[in-house]
């Protein structure tokens, strides 16, 4: 029967919520506090955002079976200008996005009417996000559900924010921030098109100049100064004149508008084209050279200031740029001019091992680049810049820089020019093109009297390491990018004039920025119940009711009074917290760790004492589309709902978790989706075939498989700690496999009718490992199996105490043995007649064991080994073939680790009985012909092509006839 799995999932939804399996409250289990990233309503969620949620609900059931009380909660996160600039584009009909909204998230055309109402953008996509969530099956306790502007919440930030303000951590100064210009509010990852966090690079301006007139170049590099030989210029932009804090510059237009937002007065005097400036020449700052302006295509108007230092030995496009008017490629140039570039020389002053004594000329040889426009300059840069970054030093024709790393001296060299007074600094965005969702070009901007959270504070820092160092982090190669992210982490603006939000308390021309507002949330989900329910009233929670629930600071007795609660529900509502924090473990996507998940941390540590900072963060990629980056723009993105009803709940979740481990990228795919689903159909029927528990049987074979078993969910258990859920996800489903065709095999060749039990057994313990994370389908199949109980109700399975060593080694020598017989009948094409086996002489299994302790032990001499077993009475034949031990110790050592400790404990065991008792059936099942076995050394063998003698321990003669 084919599964209808639409129906399976709400079969099994139903009876969760009718059972309230999910909801949590204290008792007297161990408790587990996993929470997951709340999702920002202002679309649906696709497959993409699947993947966090589904490993942090995957985790939250795993615990459920090992005994903990898991509370796994779930807000949403309304704060913000997003969904503001959303209404506002609504407003003002725009296309493209009511079209994304009617064809791509399916809203009726009357409810896009309402989204003026940003409100009402963020509540639609809150029940469509809400809807996903239980169809995905996702173990949510819903009662303690919030949104970040309900009045409770806004108390709860505003205690937060007074806290804070309390310890000095929210400081008010000049800070420079991302910002859009229509907005008029800082942007962070979240405001952004495409989710991009704007980070920012400091620039040094140089200036240059013509008589009075300014030519400022920015530069990341101030020490090149020394090795410049010209200024490039665009003969196609048209520059500006402009009064810069009362000096003339020449500048882009762009850089004009730019500095605006860095606090200077600007005022435009004229335009000037980049054409009427090349042969003009400039003279330095710092000496008295002068220098020639020449013409460059690779200098853009948006970088800077639009005007560029040539430093030609350092920088291949310099070099290049110079070489393409010597050799005539750059036309346009009057001869007077161009005899004056053929004195240019480059000026080396940084030495580097490895690149030459004019590094740009060297690379750009190397790698073939012959003008301007070449791709491979970017690379040819990047190159020489990251090697002389770390490894250069300067020449001595950098005065008293000479003999100075690069990596240090950029701090001594800006201070140095700024004395001088021919310098300025200029901040713009690292990655350019950042746009505010509203979609204006976001720039940076110097806020004056703004507030900022001082994450530069050296204390709070250090608290933070001390947090990230004794917390899990998963997978534990993340680490270093936090402790990065941490030492430079600087001020953050933490207050914006427009969205949605609470206001700052003590100055409530500003709202609280939406990445402050959700860093310590997850304490709000240990009261929000009691919010929800109506037993606690916003306008009754003030500071002292926060500082009694989180510190036990104040009289109870008053605080309950006030709160107009009883001193008994103000205990509950603190038992909750105490019971509940610190989160055990926190889910998020990559993409938060410069942001979400280390402000997550400082704000912990800042705000809650050390047994309530957070115990672990989990840190997964993205998923990709057929291999491809999902967009709206490629069309690949699938709404999660959809999705789920074309697929089913279970398929998805496994598709996401299976083809990829946490920090990589998932790749979801039709196809995989297809294996998946005849994966579970096939376990499903096996269900429906075994469903009679059944008595367990006690032959070799049945031993050997429940001992495979045992291993099974080690192997399994050991990966779910880890949150190594493709490799758990593999073992469960197909793992497994080849162990039960061996035993199939087995029990057929003995015409068996009694596996039913053994086979439920294997199933059940599948299917209860395969539980958390296809919840809908192993319930369906744990019913099948005739039980009662819901799986996600049953313990996690639990190994055997001891593993059957010597059933788990017999078995192996069996499979070997008849891999052997099927090799060899291949490569001669024989169809046997005869099969005759040879097990090695007793004191070969005996030499062989010694051999094997000694491994264990650290040794490998062959030398060693043939004198200790030589000195041995029952081992002293390996004298007559001292081959014996050589091939011996290469056979254990080409054996992995875990099967020499099997070998050891099983300890010797009786080759010729194990497969004459146990072989036979399968020689004559596959080849349909008695199996004959003899040991080395009996005299009455049948040997005629003497290969008795070849035999080794658990490597048997075979000669087949």
């Known amino acids: 029967m084919e599964l209808n799995w639409n129906q399976i999932d709400d079969k099994w939804r139903s009876k969760w ?506 304490s709000f989900y240990t009261m929000a119940k009691f919010v929800n329910s109506g037993e606690i009233l916003a306008e009754n929670m003030n500071d002292e009711f926060f500082n009694y629930i989180f510190y036990g600071n104040g009289d109870s007795e008053i605080i309950a009074k006030n709160a107009k609660i009883t001193i008994e529900k103000l205990e509950e509502i603190r038992k909750e917290f105490l019971y509940f924090y610190p989160v055990d473990s926190r889910h998020s996507g990559r993409d938060l760790v410069p942001n979400h998940l280390t402000f997550f941390v400082l704000n912990h540590v800042a705000i809650f004492p050390k047994e309530n900072w957070p115990k672990e963060i989990v840190v997964n990629g993205s998923v990709l589309m057929d291999g491809k980056k999902m967009s709206k723009s490629m069309g690949n993105i699938i709404p999660l709902r959809d999705a789920v009803k074309k697929y089913g709940a279970d398929p998805i979740r496994l598709a996401i978790l299976i083809s990829a481990e946490l920090l990589q990228d998932a790749d979801f795919n039709a196809e995989s989706i297809s294996g998946i689903k005849n994966r579970l159909q096939s376990m499903y029927n096996e269900c429906v075939k075994f469903n009679n528990p059944g008595k367990i049987g006690t032959e070799p074979e049945d031993i050997w498989i429940l001992s495979k078993l045992s291993k099974l969910i080690f192997e399994v258990t050991e990966s779910m700690e880890k949150m190594r859920l493709r490799e758990s996800l593999h073992h469960i489903l197909y793992g497994f496999d080849s162990d039960l065709q061996w035993y199939m095999k087995r029990a057929s060749a003995k015409n068996r009718n009694d596996i039913s039990g053994v086979l439920n057994r294997v199933l059940a313990t599948r299917i209860s490992m395969l539980s958390p994370f296809a919840p809908h389908i192993a319930e369906e199949m744990w019913e099948k199996l005739g039980n009662s109980e819901m799986v996600s109700r049953s313990s996690w399975p639990k190994q055997e105490e001891q593993t059957d060593d010597r059933a788990v080694q017999n078995e192996s020598l069996l499979s070997s043995v008849m891999n052997d017989i099927s090799n060899i009948t291949k490569v001669t094409k024989i169809t046997p007649k005869k099969i005759i086996i040879y097990t090695a002489d007793i004191w070969k299994s005996k030499a062989y064991h010694k051999i094997l302790s000694g491994v264990n032990l650290g040794e490998t001499n062959v030398g060693i080994f043939i004198k200790e077993l030589i000195s041995q009475k029952e081992t002293e034949n390996v004298k007559k073939d001292p081959d014996f031990v050589k091939k011996t110790l290469k056979d254990i050592l080409s054996e992995p680790m875990d099967l020499r400790k099997t070998k050891l404990n099983a300890g010797e065991i009786d080759e010729s009985e194990i497969i004459s008792n146990e072989l036979s059936s399968l020689i004559e099942a596959d080849y349909g012909i008695k199996l004959q076995v003899f040991s080395e050394n009996d005299s009455e063998k049948y040997d005629p092509k003497n290969k008795a003698r070849m035999a080794r321990p658990y490597k048997p003669a075979i000669l087949i006839e």
Request: with cysteine; aromatic share 10%.
């Open 17 to 522: 919520y009718e059972a309230k399996d999910f909801e949590t409250d204290p008792n007297d289990k161990p408790k587990k506090f996993i929470t997951v990233a709340y999702p920002y309503p202002n679309s649906p969620q696709h497959i993409g955002h699947g993947r966090t949620y589904t490993l942090a609900d995957v985790h939250s059931r795993y615990y459920r079976m090992k005994g903990f009380n898991v509370l796994f909660p779930m807000g949403f996160h309304y704060t913000g200008t997003p969904i503001l600039g959303m209404s506002k584009r609504v407003q003002a009909n725009d296309e493209e996005l009511i079209e994304a909204f009617k064809n791509l998230y399916n809203v009726p055309e009357e409810k896009i009417k309402e989204f003026v109402d940003p409100v009402k953008i963020a509540d639609y996509f809150h029940e469509e996000i809400k809807a996903g969530m239980i169809e995905m099956g996702y173990s949510i306790d819903w009662r303690r559900e919030f949104t970040t502007i309900i009045p409770a919440y806004q108390k709860f930030i505003e205690w937060q924010f007074r806290n804070l303000k309390e310890k000095d951590l929210i400081v008010q100064g000049n800070h420079p921030v991302g910002w859009c210009p229509n907005d008029q509010n800082p942007v962070s990852q979240h405001d952004t098109l495409g989710d991009v966090e704007p980070d920012f690079s400091e620039y040094i301006v140089i200036k240059f100049n013509i008589g009075e007139e300014i030519v400022p170049v920015a530069t990341l590099r101030p020490e090149t100064l020394f090795g410049v030989t010209n200024l490039w210029i665009n003969p196609e932009i048209i520059y500006k004149k402009v009064k810069v804090d009362g000096e003339t510059w020449i500048i882009s237009a762009e850089c004009a508008y730019k500095l605006e937002f860095l606090n200077k007065k600007i005022e435009i005097i004229e335009d000037i084209s980049g054409s009427q400036l090349i042969g003009k020449k400039v003279h330095s700052p710092t000496s008295e050279d002068e220098f020639l302006i020449l013409p460059a295509s690779f200098v853009t108007a948006t970088t800077g200031t639009g005007i560029v230092m040539s430093v030609p030995a350092h920088a291949p496009y310099d070099f290049q740029a110079l070489e393409d008017i010597k050799n005539g490629n750059q036309k346009n140039i009057e001869d007077s001019l161009r005899n004056e570039i053929e004195k240019i020389q480059p000026v080396t002053i940084i030495s580097t091992d490895g690149l030459g004594d004019i590094p740009a000329q060297e690379v750009i040889k190397r790698m073939g680049i012959t003008n301007q426009d070449d791709p491979k300059l970017e690379d040819a840069t990047k190159e020489i810049y990251s090697k002389e970054f770390y490894e250069g030093k300067l020449n001595s024709n950098t005065g008293e820089f000479a003999g100075k790393k690069i990596t240090f001296v950029k701090e001594e060299v800006k201070e140095w020019i700024s004395k001088t007074g021919k310098s300025d600094i200029m901040l713009e965005l690292t990655n350019e093109s950042v746009r505010c969702r509203c979609g204006t070009e976001c720039v940076v901007k110097l806020l004056n009297n703004q507030w900022f959270l001082d994450y530069a504070n050296k204390e709070w820092k250090a608290k933070a390491h001390e947090c990230f160092e004794s917390m899990n982090i998963l997978p534990n190669d993340i680490r270093t990018e936090f402790f990065n992210v941490l030492d430079w982490l600087r001020e953050r603006a933490c207050a914006r004039q427009h969205g949605l939000g609470t206001k700052i308390p003590w100055d409530t021309d500003w709202l609280v920025e939406s990445l402050a507002d959700s860093v310590i949330y997850m």
